[in-house]
């Protein structure tokens, strides 16, 4: 079950991650805009086809309500939407996709994650903000001298403000400290073998060191009948809590909210927008098969402009950029 949400959770994200879900929805915020883990419920119980009922209607990928569970990370509707450090509103599906939200949690308590949506969400959690990290070594962008040394205060507050001041700036200091102190931290960076094996040694660490941890404390907290579904929650350590927050902070204070990525980030955005207008324009001129069938399927403007936001969504980047050289530019 946890195997499946891991593998599931991200299948709602359009071309550019993030990014590309803030442009859908600005695009569709007349329909009930875009949310990656709503278009994810929405994928595995409806545009996914494998399984028809006699309506002739698809129910997706018919998994487990269980299953299906453990892949939504915000079980609740856009109007009771939280909002991430960022301001994105974030929900676990649209308002046409409500009953198969209520038919995957019936008899769940309002609004609590089941333990193996914890379970992924944590597993996400230290899966982005190491290989973030990683990444950013790799192409350059980290400067590894500048974090061998004590945190500066400026450094300390912009990872507080990256994070939604979850952590105290105390807190984040001692992280960035233990984690500077781990014998296979990065001293330099060349990008030669020997260093690239370093690297692979120290990702490979901080997921034990994170997981581990999370493990055996909420293995402490909970006896062993109980971890399952709502009878228990995954306990992270604070110290842990605080480390996976310093990764996510470095990374963006020295990528993410750089200014010299903006123009790349609006571009990006453009393309989706532009795309999304012309596909919309044009009908079922340049759907896919499945997108065709749903549009002419489709009750009225809200519902086929909500068939347009699945097609563009379910684009990789490079095919989405495929798509807007093909409709747009040419």
Known sequence: MVDTACLAHDLGHPPFGHNGEKALNAWSLDIGGFEGNAQTLRLLTRLEPKVFGPDGHSYGLNLTRASLDASCKYPWPAGESVSDPSGR?????????????????????????????????????????????????????????????????????????????????????????????????????????????????????????????AVYATRQAYPAERIARFGAHVVVPPNVAAEIAVLKGVVAAFVMSKNTRQPIYQQQRQVLTLLA????????????????????????????????????????DQSALAWYERLIQN
């Open 277 to 316: 207008d012309r596909l919309l324009a044009t009908g079922d001129e340049y759907l896919d098969a499945g997108s065709k069938e749903d549009f002419h399927a489709a009750a009225d403007d809200a519902a086929r402009k909500r068939v347009v936001v699945d097609q563009v969504a379910s684009l990789t």
């Open 89 to 213: 509103a974030k929900f676990g599906y649209y308002p046409d996709d409500f009953p198969a939200f209520e038919w995957m949690r019936a008899d769940a308590p309002d609004r609590m994650l089941c333990i193996e949506a914890e379970v992924m969400d944590l597993s996400d959690d230290i899966a982005y903000s190491v290989h973030d990290f990683e990444d950013a070594v790799v192409n350059g962008y980290l400067d590894l001298a500048a974090l061998n040394g004590r945190a500066s205060t400026e450094l300390v507050s912009s990872m507080h403000a990256w994070i939604g001041g979850a952590v105290s700036h105390a807190d984040l200091a001692a992280a960035y400290d233990r984690l500077g102190a781990l014998d296979s931290w990065l001293r330099g960076w060349t990008a030669g073998r020997r260093d690239q094996g370093r690297l692979k040694n120290l990702t490979s660490q901080l997921i034990g060191r994170f997981s581990g941890a």
